[in-house]
């Protein structure tokens, strides 16, 4: 069994920061990718960001340049520091991780940004 846990956030003004983490533990025998998806009031989940296990990352278009995801593999993390945010980053942000062909899912944690 393998547990995916997120942690960071919370309510923040526009403009400001938030840096989430995610933890998986378990039974992992080897992570490949992990990263973010995000899903606000009346949207579609959306793919924020994404991190392999070597290190290449991948971003939505609406984050770019504003968002950085990085990730410790000996601790099996991924983290997503959110700069500059709008209040259109509102979203429950669901952190996941792939292993061994499994996509494995966190509870999710709120980030809102007032204007």
């Known amino acids: 069994q393998v547990q995916v846990v997120e942690s960071g956030g919370g309510l923040v003004q526009a403009g400001g920061s938030l840096r989430l983490s995610c933890a998986a533990s378990?039974?992992?025998?080897?992570?490949?990718?992990m990263g973010w998806y995000r899903q606000g009031p009346g949207k579609q989940r959306e793919l924020v960001a994404t991190?392999?296990?070597?290190?290449?990352?991948n971003y939505a278009d609406s984050v770019k340049g504003r968002f950085t995801i990085s990730r410790d593999n000996a601790k099996n993390t991924v983290y997503l520091q959110m700069n500059s945010l709008k209040p259109e980053d509102t979203a429950v942000y669901y952190c996941?991780?792939?292993?061994?062909?499994?996509?494995?899912w966190g509870q999710g944690t709120q980030v809102t940004v007032s204007s």
């Open positions: 991190i392999t296990s070597g290190g290449s990352t």
């Open positions: 996941y991780a792939i292993s061994r062909g499994y996509v494995y």
């Open positions: 378990g039974r992992i025998f080897s992570i490949n990718a």
